[in-house]
């Protein structure tokens, strides 16, 4: 969530700067790059060719562990999409501090 959230910063900040060629390459990478990760994550959500249609598609764990790994991706991905309080609060601690 971090790459995200630096790109989300970074792409305004060049188009600002009168880089937008560069914002357009960095975009264009980006949509080329998400080929390797729908690969992976795919999978997971859509059916698989062999497989019969009326097996369970989810096994729903309950032990502690599971529900530690839960959690944690919830915060990891709910911080990663209001990253913007936590940059501002940084960006301010910063400038307090020279």
């Known amino acids: 969530m971090s790459g995200f959230v630096g790109k989300l910063e970074l792409f305004p900040a060049a188009i600002d700067a009168e880089q937008a060629w560069l914002a357009m390459v960095g975009i264009a990478k980006t949509v080329v790059s998400l080929y390797p990760y729908l690969r992976v994550i795919a999978p997971t959500v859509l059916p698989v060719e062999g497989r019969p249609s009326d097996a369970p598609s989810r096994v729903v764990a309950t032990s502690p562990l ?14 990663g999409v209001a990253a913007e309080p936590f940059l501002r609060v940084a960006f301010e601690a910063a400038m307090l501090g020279g």
């Open 66 to 79: 599971a529900t530690a790994l839960t959690l944690t991706t919830i915060a990891t991905v709910g911080l």
